[in-house]
């Protein structure tokens, strides 16, 4: 059964500061997705790393895939406060395309 | 066509009745996925349609859980004799599979959350 972990599970950071979410994976795949969720909102796509060694970078958020690993990173510089919110990482499995989500990582970022 | 739709966004029940919701998918969009999502939770696959033919199911799908799009385009999704651990949010999801593998696009709505008294 696939699994996908995710840490920290709560971070909370200082704004300005720079922080690493880590992303792991059990099985095979060669495509993950990082999306942000705000409280009771549904998910807003951020990245989708298609293929090893995919870089992406929007802002002040820059994610990464080594699928020999099979670990994404998602990389906050100089954190802001709009940056508050959960961060699910996903990995698609099987034929259905279907994903399989992390247990998410809330950012809360402080003044 | 603004994106996936999703209604209603708030359901509140009383254990033991049934719901039924509703998502419209974008125009083009072959696939369609369910998802639930419980409090501090990642969402949780349940089912996928493509066009009208429901091709996988979760084993978190009871027997008390339908879903169903009839014409491959707007999907149902209905729970009988509801639980309060059904409460949560339903998210559905579509995507077009050529644009899917190329892209990796997969689009989802508002969510509609579910409370069961």
């Known amino acids: 059964e696939l699994k996908v972990e995710q840490n920290p599970l709560f971070l909370s950071m200082q704004e300005g500061k720079n922080y690493t979410i880590y992303c792991n994976y059990s099985?095979?795949?060669?495509?993950l997705y990082w999306y942000r969720q705000d409280p009771g909102k549904s998910l807003e796509s951020l990245f989708v790393l298609l293929s090893n060694g995919a870089v992406k970078q929007e802002g002040r958020l820059m994610a990464s895939l080594d699928t020999k690993a099979r670990l994404s990173t998602l990389h906050i510089t100089a954190a802001v406060h709009d940056l508050s919110a959960t961060y699910f990482c996903a990995v698609v499995t099987g034929t259905a395309s279907k994903l399989t989500f992390g247990t998410g990582t809330r950012l809360q970022v402080t003044l | 066509d603004t994106g996936v739709s999703q209604d209603p966004r708030h359901k509140i029940t009383k254990r033991g009745q049934n719901v039924t919701f509703r998502c419209d998918p974008i125009?083009?969009?072959?696939?369609l996925y369910w998802y639930r999502q419980t409090l501090g939770q990642g969402p949780e696959f349940l089912t996928y349609f493509q066009n009208e033919a429901q091709l996988e199911k979760s084993r978190l799908l009871s027997d008390r859980f339908s879903a169903e799009r009839p014409k491959g385009s707007f999907s149902t999704l209905e729970i009988q004799r509801t639980e309060q651990g059904d409460s949560a949010m339903y998210l559905c999801?579509?995507?077009?599979?050529?644009?899917?593998?190329?892209?990796?696009?997969?689009?989802f709505g508002e969510g509609s959350r579910l409370t069961v008294l």
């Open positions: 999801a579509s995507s077009f599979p050529r644009a899917f593998h190329r892209t990796g696009e997969l689009f």
């Open positions: 099985t095979t795949s060669d495509r």
């Open positions: 125009s083009e969009h072959n696939r």
